[in-house]
């Protein structure tokens, strides 16, 4: 069945580094690519998305590109800020489907 | 605002008390879900709903109940809570189905059972 897998946490960078939380998938077809993120307290929110292979996802800085060939949808930020402190979590849904499939997560603490 | 309501926030129950935890969303969508998130196990799906009447079990829905009568609201019933089922809750919702629009999430119900 399908799966995802993303890197363990906890990630703890310094206000400005750049960060990769890394995101590989197994499915059968061309399913749609998620990031979520979830600030302590709150529920998750879609943070990007990608439909199709190539496509690039972005919002508030943070980008991830749909490859098709590696199986992966890498999180990045050129910047973090220590208001990126949050869990991090990768999905991916089938088109028409009725399933997301979530990754366990990753911790991001960001210290000033 | 477009938005997913859950509530109580917060609940505190004993085991047996039935409860309802309610979710309602006002972005007209057609696909709603409920998910538990326990530490180490991450998000796992209980039920999910493609529309008025039509409902599915997802992954763990032993010990839960659903119903959807309005296109608006999918409540969660817990017949006879268990300690087992202290957990994190959220109810989702998104557009028609997962494919390739992504999830609107309430702000989540903290249930502890004892």
């Known amino acids: 069945g399908d799966s995802v897998t993303q890197m363990e946490g906890p990630v703890t960078l310094s206000e400005e580094a750049f960060l990769t939380i890394n995101c590989t998938y197994t499915a059968t077809g061309y399913p749609s690519l998620f990031w979520y993120v979830q600030y302590p307290g709150e529920g998750l929110q879609l943070l990007l998305k990608?439909?199709?292979?190539?496509d690039k996802g972005s919002n508030k800085g943070f980008e991830a590109t749909y490859r098709k060939e590696t199986t992966s949808f890498h999180l990045e930020k050129g910047s973090v800020q220590v208001s990126d402190s949050a869990v991090y979590f990768c999905a991916l849904s089938q088109t028409g489907g009725f399933k997301t499939i979530f990754g366990a997560g990753t911790r991001l603490f960001v210290k000033a | 605002e477009a938005q997913v309501t859950q509530n109580p926030r917060y609940l505190i129950t004993v085991t047996g008390k039935k409860l309802t935890v309610t979710c309602s969303q006002n972005?007209?969508?057609?696909?709603m879900s409920w998910y538990r998130q326990d530490p180490g196990l991450g998000l796992r799906q209980i039920y999910y709903s493609m529309n008025v009447e039509v409902t599915d079990k997802g992954d763990v829905p032993e010990g839960y109940k659903v119903s959807r009568k309005e296109k608006r609201n999918f409540p969660l019933i817990l017949e006879s809570p268990s300690p087992n089922q202290t957990s994190l809750y959220f109810c989702?919702?998104?557009?028609?189905?997962?494919?390739?629009?992504?999830?609107?999430f309430g702000s989540g119900t903290r249930l502890t059972v004892v």
């Open positions: 972005m007209n969508h057609e696909y």
């Open positions: 989702a919702s998104s557009y028609r189905d997962t494919g390739g629009y992504g999830y609107t």
């Open positions: 990608a439909t199709k292979a190539d």
